[in-house]
């Protein structure tokens, strides 16, 4: 499709945002972004209360389907984080028509993938459950559970996809408002038809997807009159989604390498006993939680490295990725003083184990002060998306797989247990394969290759 020229409005925005400073360039993304990065994981916090009340066996089931979905969803987030860079780098070289463009060929992308994965999923249910090695009745219910939790895989990735346009489009307020107005109805939907129409675990899963489908006609209803109201046309380019076909695919290897990170470590915990796994649990979900903030961040980063690279603007790059840098160290400051001032009574919170409170501290002790690493870590990962640079962060995932697994061994065969074990692991997935992350994101960030200018 030939490059349409962008409204007045646009340039007019353009160098608006050109004089704006960073930091109030930053936070006008990265505050609507955390906000909607906490709604997301509320939908199954959401179900698994609701299910809650129904037994332990449909609790179960639920928890066993969505550890399958949540890693589908997880490898195909990719949907978003190429989407974003391919429209904001568009819109950056002032072509909001090339923008708009790239945001539909990322939908059509999304439906094609979803049909394909919701179809293969409600077929092959029974036999991917089953592999999970669940008992007959929890089996039952993660098979329902996961096969009416297909029709909201599609528009679960059309949501991944639309986030991403919006994104590139500098617009992070409308994602937030979507999240919330979709957390709400799942609420409802999910009440409704678990204790309503007694439909149990269907029920839940069939809210779910509801609700998940009418946020995904948002985005779809945008993109479309955007498309329209600019003269682009509505049926996708198969050369743009070939494009970014070829980005997200070295995006999901990027993903795929951090995933085998975080499971072997679930693996090496698990083998130091359910005291160490419990206190591992908690102490991930304390680092995924302050993660959130440093996501913020980073889709901040993506949106506007995109964009100023677009417009060959590469000193306000370098001064929003300096800033960027500076404030994600800071709140790692921030969060590891605090982590390490609660570690002693954080346990406490979420169990009355003392020997799991005990385990726990020092675990939280190590995560907290490998924050500052978190931080640099995260933003230049969303620098380096936000600049379209795929392939090299997958293969620096590659690299830092490599690097970490041997650490990993080792502290599998030093059979240490209770606090040391998990000290000594939390040490080396928090200090050094952060520290390996770090180091080749930090290399690639100092040097210019990275900063591909104009169209990309």
């Known amino acids: 499709m030939p490059h349409q020229p962008a409204p007045t409005s646009t340039s007019t925005s353009t160098s608006a945002a050109g004089s704006r400073g960073p930091?109030?360039?930053?936070?006008?993304?990265?505050?609507?972004?955390?906000?909607?990065?906490?709604?997301?994981?509320?939908?199954?916090?959401?179900?698994?209360?609701?299910?809650?009340?129904?037994?332990?066996?449909?609790?179960?089931?639920?928890?066993?389907?969505?550890?399958?979905?949540?890693?589908?969803?997880?490898?195909?987030?990719?949907?978003?984080?190429?989407?974003?860079?391919?429209?904001?780098r568009a819109l950056g070289e002032g072509q909001l028509g090339k923008a708009l463009a790239a945001g539909r060929d990322g939908v059509w992308l999304a439906l094609l993938l979803g049909v394909f994965l919701a179809a293969a999923g409600f077929a092959a249910a029974d036999p991917l459950i089953g592999l999970l090695g669940a008992e007959d009745s929890v089996r039952t219910y993660a098979i329902e559970y996961f096969r009416w939790s297909m029709p909201g895989l599609v528009a679960m990735l059309l949501i991944f996809a639309g986030t991403g346009v919006l994104r590139g489009l500098q617009d992070t307020r409308t994602p937030l408002v979507v999240a919330t107005a979709g957390f709400g109805a799942n609420i409802v939907l999910n009440l409704w038809l678990v204790y309503g129409l007694g439909l149990s675990v269907v029920g839940s899963a069939l809210g779910t997807s509801v609700a998940q489908w009418a946020m995904a006609a948002v985005y779809v209803v945008m993109v479309r009159r955007s498309a329209v109201r600019h003269g682009v046309a509505l049926l996708p380019s198969w050369r743009g989604i070939r494009t970014m076909t070829r980005v997200g695919s070295w995006l999901m290897l990027r993903t795929l390498s951090l995933r085998t990170a975080i499971l072997a470590t679930v693996l090496v915990a698990t083998a130091q006993g359910e005291v160490n796994l419990a206190a591992h649990q908690l102490a991930m979900t304390i680092f995924s939680f302050l993660a959130f903030a440093l996501d913020a961040l980073a889709i901040a980063a993506q949106a506007l490295i995109g964009k100023e690279l677009g417009a060959s603007n590469a000193a306000r790059a370098r001064l929003l990725t300096g800033t960027m840098i500076r404030w994600g160290a800071g709140f790692g400051v921030v969060t590891g003083l605090l982590l390490a001032a609660a570690a002693p009574w954080a346990g406490a919170?979420?169990?009355?184990?003392?020997?799991?409170?005990?385990?726990?501290?020092?675990?939280?002790?190590?995560?907290?002060?490998?924050?500052?690493?978190?931080?640099?870590?995260?933003?230049?990962?969303?620098?380096?998306?936000?600049?379209?640079?795929?392939?090299?962060?997958?293969?620096?995932?590659?690299?830092?797989?490599?690097?970490?697994?041997?650490?990993?061994?080792?502290?599998?065969?030093s059979g240490a247990a209770g606090a040391p074990g998990l000290g000594w692991l939390w040490a080396v997935f928090a200090l050094g394969y952060m520290a390996a992350r770090a180091v080749t994101l930090g290399l690639r960030a100092r040097s210019d290759r990275w900063m591909v200018l104009g169209a990309g």
Request: charged share 5%.
């Open 349 to 413: 919170l979420f169990t009355p184990d003392p020997q799991v409170q005990h385990v726990l501290a020092l675990a939280l002790w190590v995560l907290a002060a490998g924050q500052p690493i978190a931080g640099y870590v995260f933003v230049l990962d969303g620098v380096l998306i936000g600049a379209g640079d795929a392939q090299y962060l997958a293969l620096a995932g590659l690299v830092n797989l490599g690097v970490y697994s041997p650490l990993l061994v080792w502290v599998a065969l």
């Open 23 to 88: 930091a109030r360039e930053i936070l006008r993304l990265a505050v609507p972004a955390f906000g909607a990065l906490v709604a997301e994981p509320l939908f199954l916090l959401a179900d698994s209360a609701i299910v809650g009340h129904l037994g332990v066996a449909q609790l179960a089931g639920v928890g066993l389907a969505s550890a399958v979905l949540q890693t589908i969803v997880g490898l195909m987030v990719f949907l978003a984080y190429s989407t974003t860079p391919a429209v904001a």
